[in-house]
């Protein structure tokens, strides 16, 4: 069974930048696109990012847009999202997740919090 691993988060103020890393080891992920997910205290989990299985193509959240950079290591069955500019709203656990995969039911991983803050 796969397992995401993320990792990264932490505290940032605002208009500070942050970058994190999701591995899934032992995953064929090369295969897959992967997307980067978030939940706010008291909302909805929601997609806000992602990239294509060979990471030609990337697409984001209005949220992010302009503020994020997605990418992917396939050699090292990682991948990373890099956010500047970040707001108090951007505060969430943040998760990746092959989008195939959740449709399936495959189970989501510990998650990395990033709390923007002064």
């Known amino acids: 069974q796969v397992q995401f691993v993320e990792s990264g988060g932490g505290l940032v103020q605002p208009g500070g930048s942050l970058k994190i890393s999701c591995v899934a080891p032992g995953f064929p992920f090369s295969q897959y696109a992967m997307n980067w997910f978030r939940q706010a205290p008291g909302k909805d989990r929601e997609s806000i990012a992602s990239?294509?299985?060979?990471?030609?193509?990337?697409n984001f959240a209005h949220s992010v847009e302009g503020r994020a950079t997605i990418s992917r290591d396939n050699a090292k069955n990682t991948v990373y999202l890099e956010m500047e500019n970040l707001q108090v709203s951007d505060t969430a656990v943040y998760y990746c997740?092959?989008?195939?995969?959740?449709?399936?039911?495959?189970?989501w991983g510990q998650g990395t919090q990033v709390t923007v803050s002064s």
């Open positions: 997740h092959a989008p195939t995969l959740v449709q399936s039911g495959s189970p």
């Open positions: 990239i294509s299985s060979t990471g030609e193509y990337v």
